[in-house]
């Protein structure tokens, strides 16, 4: 057994901190300039039309989709600076792109959707850093190292748009600088933003990050993924097989809690304006300080997620937070005879049609950001008669949203944590690459599903069967878990190298 050093200790930790930054700027890279799309796109391509929009907005969970298993296996083999700092780099070409996608003379929507692809792909590095970190972790770390991932990615998300209005400052013209043809102004210093902190991230990738590896009892070892005389050097621990009964039950569990959570987020904005006549205005302003909130609970929740793992176990603490979930959209089924206030036939018109399924891969203030026709003065507001379900369906009320807000806020972020600490335990020390890479891709995955399922389901048959058929799923979730539950446990606990 080699016993680690202090110098290691700080090293290790030190590389850990460096992927807790590349998961940062990971999410900003997606948020930073999700508000201002849909009014770049229609300055630069007035072509395009709401049901584009929905593929650029969706085109980055399809990258990173694609993304994530490949730099997975290549992290596998080669050592993980390689990855880390090609898909950076992606990102950054793809954020000097999207700066640039007002040049062409024509098609600058599908240079539009190549940017926001590519920086999808780049993004798909989310599955080294993981992997990284649950090699360079022993069990006793792995839980809180894990939560602080998860904090980084979700306050990179809150962060992103903050960084946006910041930038309007600047103002839709303008500074241009000719020579380059390079326009700076609220659409595109954003990605300019994001392309010099990925600039950085590279710097501080070669100059600090090392490779360390530790066995699940934090003994130092060597790392496959190191060049020279380590290479292909590995400990003993790694006897035994995975449990893929196990792999593959978290992964279905994962993407339940990803596509709930993406129907949350979709259904924000319809279901209010739609239940408490909001006009767009008051839908994006209100939901943006709801969700807001809910962000920085997530944040909280992941930090306290940390030490009640250590008393209670990841497991149980998985298995409330998908009750905590259920009881979150129960509350949201429609009860009482009050019927929502109807938006009638002689102004559907002037309403927004939200039955195309791309258009619901948008977030809430994308969709609300568009204009009403020329030739209406006043918004029409309530629950669109077009909707058959709005004459015969309870409406939900304020205080069953906001409930369900809290507790969705409480038990996504206990579910995500808890999630990706099983898995990379239950893995134990073989390369955990290209298992990280299928679950961030079954998150992808559910993170273009979801808001698909909702502009079938909500649209067409209203929110008591959107929401019963979620219920559903969470109880196939939870029952599954009870089914699995004694396997979801530490590869060194299974075969007898450490008590649970």
Known sequence: DVVETQEHYKSRWRSIWIMYLTMFLSSVGFSIV?????????????TADASFLGWIIASYSIGQMVASPLFGLWSNYRPR??????????????NCLYAYVHVPHSHNKYYMLTARALVGFGAGNVAVVRSYIAGATSLTERTSAMANTSACQAVGFILGPVFQTCFTLIGEEGVTWKLIRLQLNMYTTPVLFGAVLGVINIILIFAVFREHRVDDMGRQCKSINVEGEESGVLDQDEEGNVDHVAVVAINFLFFVILFVFAVFETIATPLTMDMYSWTRKEAVFYNGIILSVVGIESVVVFMVVKTLSKRTGERAILHGGLLIVLVGFFILLPWGKKLPNIQWEEIKNSSIPRTNPTEMLMPFWSLQAMQLPSNHTVEPVGCPVTQSWCLNTPMIYLAQYLSSDVLIGLGYPVCNVMSYTLYSKILGPKPQGVYMGWLTASGSGARILG???????????????AFSLICGVVVVSLLILEIVYKRLIAFSVRYGRMQE
């Open 34 to 46: 999700i508000m201002s799309v849909w009014p770049y796109l229609q300055k630069i391509d007035p």
């Open 81 to 94: 600076r390689e990855p880390l700092v090609v898909s950076t780099a992606i990102s950054v070409a793809a």
């Open 451 to 465: 808001p698909v399922f909702v502009s079938q389901i909500y649209t067409h048959l209203g929110p008591r069967w």
